[in-house]
């Protein structure tokens, strides 16, 4: 859910039926073939019911406060992944040459084998370039702003990072 353009809905489903090519969580790294586990659907499944019950909060505030507010009918899923939906990625034979974002619960950066870090873990920055050439960082809180770890304004970061326009 956003407030973008008057507000809509991220669907990562509507995303796969244009095209995108969704996987389940990053499982293995073997060189440039990247394996995924088989959770895609309960993935998609338990985003869409986040998505839901932040719904059911904003329309219970809206009931208990008296607002008079439009209704929205419930999120129907228009998509599911196929039993047989891709469980590995071969980067360079996908020409992917850079991957740009990714996200999760918690943060976790062991696959990062260069020495960027503090004694406790939490990337070394500048407004997410590192001192390592071609590593950045994105969606860190107060990268640049109290909005850089959040949906809505981790945009410009990501402008100005891929620009390098903090140096």
Not at 25 to 52: I, M, Q, T
Not at 96 to 114: K, L, M, P, Y
Request: glycine share 12%; net charge negative.
């Amino acid at each position: 859910m956003t407030g973008r353009d008057g507000g809509r809905d991220i669907d990562l489903r509507a995303f796969a039926r244009e095209g995108m090519r969704l996987y389940g969580r990053l499982a293995a790294v073997d060189g440039p073939v990247l394996s995924f586990a088989d959770d895609l659907a309960a993935n998609l499944d338990n985003a869409d019911a986040v998505a839901e019950g932040i719904k059911d909060a904003i329309d219970a505030h809206i009931v208990a406060r008296g607002i008079d507010a439009p209704g929205e009918a419930r999120y129907v899923p228009r998509w599911a992944p196929p039993r047989d939906h891709p469980r590995a990625l071969d980067l360079p034979a996908a020409g992917v040459t850079s991957i740009v974002w990714a996200t999760g619960f918690a943060r976790d950066h062991r696959f990062i084998e260069i020495p960027v870090f503090d004694g406790r873990g939490y990337p070394m920055h500048w407004r997410g370039l590192s001192s390592c050439p071609g590593l950045s960082f994105l969606g860190l809180p107060w990268q640049y702003s109290w909005g850089s770890g959040r949906f809505e304004a981790v945009g410009r970061d990501a402008v100005a990072v891929a620009q390098g326009v903090w140096r």
